[in-house]
């Protein structure tokens, strides 16, 4: 099983970014995914998440403003960030969840900054 994040990087404050993270050894399909974040000194938090069917939800913080989408073809989940703030500086991470099954990824830098 593994979960490979890109797409982080130095971004501005108000830029966008497209982070990825692609599935494999697993069947990507029936996993509810979701996209978490560790800031530096802080706990690790729920960010985003998409059920198999395609409902989403997110944190308040990022409401508006993240949205997450999957292609199960591609066995990948995006989370598009948009508006981003320096608060918004994490280690993004994705994570695969069914059945008492629970993967993780390495995660991607997004560092926000003038």
């Known amino acids: 099983v593994q979960l490979v994040e890109s797409g982080g990087g130095l971004v501005q404050p108000g830029g966008s970014l497209r982070l990825s993270c692609a599935g494999s050894?697993?069947?990507?399909?029936?996993?509810?995914m979701r996209w978490y974040r560790q800031a530096p000194g802080k706990e690790r938090e729920w960010v985003s998440g998409i059920y198999s069917d395609g409902t989403t939800g997110y944190v308040d913080s990022v409401k508006g403003r993240f949205t997450i989408s999957r292609d199960n073809a591609k066995n990948t989940v995006y989370l598009q960030v948009n508006s981003l703030k320096p608060e918004d500086t994490a280690v993004y991470y994705c994570a695969a969840y069914y059945s008492g099954n629970n993967y993780w990824g390495q995660g991607t830098q997004v560092t926000v900054s003038s």
């Open positions: 050894g697993f069947t990507f399909s029936r996993y509810i």
